[in-house]
């Protein structure tokens, strides 16, 4: 698991010692990221997507002695944070959203949070292009063809890319959970 940014480290202990400030801090830095991901899951309901952003900041200011104490990147907790909570919000007031188990169509029906935590972790380790694809897919809800358009390619390019990177992201979580052996992915149907 790749280490924190020294911003994110300093950033995590003002969450801890003071928190008002850690958390305009926190807005600062990564608010404008945690509205846009909850407002692509909640684009109909503006006012819901600024309580799930508002929650998010709440959510890290309460784990940011755990997240210090792992040496967990914050980036992609606050991504898969935000995408989940706004996801739980959506369930609650209109149809249902995508899982994130479907971003791999390869894994458990039911992650645990570690399980979302690495996905999150590998998708923020991809090189680019292909991060920005699967962020841009499967974290901000865009289609193909919006992907596409804001990245200057074809429709089929990204889905090419999008199946590729499915495939290499489901080799990199079987091995960092310990299963990638052929034998597990068979017992698993995987």
């Given amino acids: 698991m790749p280490e924190m940014q020294i911003e994110d480290v300093v950033l995590l202990h003002q969450l801890v010692r003071e928190p008002e400030n850690g958390i305009r801090l926190l ?11 909850v407002c692509r899951v909640l684009p ?6 600024e309580e799930v952003a508002a929650d998010v900041l709440v959510k890290a ?13 914050l980036m992609p907790w606050l991504i898969v944070t935000a995408r989940n909570r706004a996801i739980d919000r959506r369930r609650k007031i209109a149809k ?7 971003l791999m169509g ?23 292009p292909d991060r ?10 865009e289609t193909s063809r919006e992907i596409g358009e804001a990245l200057g390619m074809n429709e089929h390019t990204v889905n090419v890319r999008l199946s590729r990177g499915r495939a290499k992201l489901k080799r990199a979580y079987l091995k960092q959970m310990g299963r990638g052996s052929r034998n597990y992915a068979k017992q698993h149907g995987i």
Avoid at 44 to 49: F, I, L, R, T, V
Avoid at 61 to 73: G, I, K, T, V, Y
Wanted: charged share 25%; glycine share 6%.
């Fill in 27 to 37: 807005q600062q830095q990564y608010g404008g990221l945690i509205y846009r991901i």
């Fill in 44 to 49: 109909e309901y503006p006012q819901d997507a």
């Fill in 132 to 141: 920005e694809i699967f962020l841009r897919r499967y974290y901000w809800m």
């Fill in 61 to 73: 200011w309460e784990n940011a002695s755990s997240l210090l104490a792992d040496n967990r990147p």
């Fill in 106 to 128: 390869i894994l458990p029906e039911h992650l645990s949070s570690d399980g979302e935590d690495l996905i999150g972790t590998l998708v923020a380790q991809m090189e680019q």
């Fill in 96 to 102: 249902p959203t995508a899982e994130l188990s479907e």
